[in-house]
């Protein structure tokens, strides 16, 4: 009965290991586990598109050209043409197609088990990592970071293109009356112009929230809920739950990695588009 | 009655599962919707499929992600309980 004894819990996993970085540096830049992740994701998908490009293109693609010509169709033509104007597409489109190449990689790598656990499990003598299922994108910290360069980018760009009066014009909706005291009717409708202002500077900043946490929670309870139902027989205590957990586990394993996986970076990098796009052209 | 045991721990329990399952209703109800209309829409026209999968997908994910709203909330309460 070894198996019941183990020790487990699968918050811990994304919890602990802010606790134990591998290389401690000050100012918060630790190395920890999210950041070594965040360095592979960045090797694969810079590796493998390279690798792919650079072999030299084809008339006649291949397969592999063709899933990366696939992939760049994509974001040209459902994510960046979507959301972006005409004149953003020069400088926008490479950002938000960077978006969903490394948020896809991110998440995909994430469904890999690796050997980065924080227990150790002796194998002939060596210390070696248990392997688990961890994505840097299961960490505020790090979608909430890709947050702040579109938000940042939405905000600049409008000032920009628009100038910064007309731009912050733009966020209330059109068609109000004028707030202008010689064209106010009522005390009402000054009271509702400031209601609106409110509540429409209150929305640029959800977004913020809305966009991280929507990466976020779905790939921490992906992983969670993979993770629970694996290990249900641990948690329960009892051998009777393993023919449904582990089907279950494997079932919504398949799903994160074939659907989620890809659809919330395509969610993130349209979304970018659309808020960029939105910025430049606010009347659109 | 009196109540034994852990009651601390179980309420907290209680609160995280509650307020997940609760916050999975209206979204479950909205992504049922939108699934739901792009079928109808598709079905009255066929040769704006393409399009109506890219709302669709959008609409998806705004709608879901509301559930983990409530998740969030619920980890917060977890946590500070």
Same mark, same amino acid.
């Given at each position: 009965?070894?198996?019941?004894?183990?020790d487990?819990?699968?918050?811990?996993?994304?919890?602990?290991?802010v606790?134990n970085?591998?290389?401690n540096?000050?100012?918060g830049?630790?190395?920890?586990?999210?950041?070594?992740?965040?360095?592979l994701?960045?090797a694969?998908?810079?590796?493998?598109?390279?690798?792919?490009? *650079?072999r030299?293109?084809?008339?006649?693609?291949?397969?592999?050209?063709?899933?990366?010509?696939?992939?760049?169709?994509?974001?040209?033509?459902?994510?960046?043409r979507?959301?972006?104007?005409?004149e953003?597409?020069?400088?926008?489109?490479?950002?938000?197609?960077?978006?969903?190449?490394f948020?896809?990689?991110?998440?995909?790598i994430?469904?890999?088990?690796?050997?980065f656990?924080?227990?150790?499990?002796?194998v002939?003598?060596?210390?070696v990592?248990?392997?688990?299922?961890?994505?840097?994108?299961?960490?505020?910290?790090?979608?909430?970071?890709l947050?702040?360069?579109?938000?940042f980018?939405?905000?600049?760009?409008g000032?920009r293109y628009?100038?910064?009066?007309?731009?912050?014009k733009?966020?209330?909706?059109?068609?109000?009356?004028?707030?202008?005291?010689?064209?106010?009717?009522?005390?009402?409708?000054?009271?509702l112009?400031?209601l609106?202002?409110?509540?429409?500077?209150?929305?640029?900043f959800?977004?913020i929230v809305?966009?991280?946490? *929507?990466?976020?929670?779905?790939m =921490?309870?992906?992983?969670l809920?993979?993770?629970?139902?694996?290990?249900?027989?641990?948690l329960?205590g009892?051998?009777?739950?393993?023919?449904?957990g582990?089907?279950?586990?494997?079932?919504?394993? =398949?799903?994160e990695?074939?659907?989620?996986?890809? =659809?919330?970076?395509?969610i993130?990098?349209? =979304?970018?588009?659309?808020?960029?796009?939105?910025?430049?052209?606010?009347?659109? | 009655?009196?109540?034994?045991?852990?009651?601390?721990d179980?309420?907290? !329990?209680?609160?995280?599962?509650? !307020?997940t399952?609760?916050?999975?209703?209206?979204?479950? %109800?909205?992504?049922?919707f %939108?699934?739901?209309?792009?079928?109808?829409?598709?079905?009255?026209?066929?040769?704006?499929?393409g399009q109506?999968?890219?709302?669709?997908?959008l609409?998806?994910?705004?709608?879901?992600?509301? %559930?983990?709203?409530a998740l969030?909330?619920a980890?917060v !309460?977890?946590? %500070?309980a």
């Open positions: 009965m070894t198996l019941l004894k183990v487990f819990n699968p918050v811990s996993d994304f919890t602990d290991f606790h970085p591998y290389v540096l000050p100012l830049l630790d190395i920890n586990k999210a950041v070594v992740y965040l360095w994701t960045a694969v998908a810079m590796g493998v598109t390279l690798f792919i490009v *650079r030299g293109l084809k008339l006649r693609p291949d397969g592999k050209q063709t899933a990366v010509e696939v992939v760049y169709d994509m974001c040209e033509n459902q994510i960046a979507g959301g972006l104007p005409e953003g597409m020069r400088i926008w489109f490479p950002y938000v197609a960077t978006l969903f190449v948020i896809w990689s991110m998440n995909l994430g469904f890999i088990p690796l050997p656990g924080e227990r150790h499990v002796d002939f003598g060596l210390s990592p248990e392997f688990q299922i961890y994505a840097a994108s299961a960490n505020l910290s790090v979608t909430l970071a947050t702040l360069v579109t938000f980018a939405t905000h600049i760009e000032i628009n100038g910064p009066v007309k731009y912050f733009s966020w209330m909706p059109s068609g109000l009356p004028s707030p202008r005291p010689w064209g106010l009717k009522s005390p009402a409708v000054l009271v112009l400031v609106i202002a409110v509540i429409e500077v209150l929305s640029q959800v977004r809305s966009l991280s946490f *929507r990466l976020f929670f779905n =921490l309870a992906g992983h809920v993979i993770a629970v139902f694996l290990g249900l027989a641990s329960l009892t051998y009777f739950i393993l023919p449904i582990i089907p279950m586990g494997v079932a919504l394993y =398949l799903l990695c074939t659907l989620i996986a890809g =659809l919330q970076a395509f993130f990098a349209t =979304l970018s588009a659309i808020y960029i796009g939105g910025a430049i052209h606010p009347d659109h | 009655m009196a109540l034994d045991g852990n009651v601390h179980a309420s907290r !329990a209680l609160e995280l599962g509650l !307020a399952g609760l916050g999975a209703i209206g979204p479950g %109800i909205g992504v049922g %939108i699934f739901g209309k792009t079928i109808e829409a598709v079905g009255r026209q066929p040769e704006l499929r109506l999968q890219g709302l669709m997908w609409g998806f994910a705004l709608t879901e992600a509301i %559930i983990f709203y969030g909330m980890f !309460a977890y946590a %500070i």
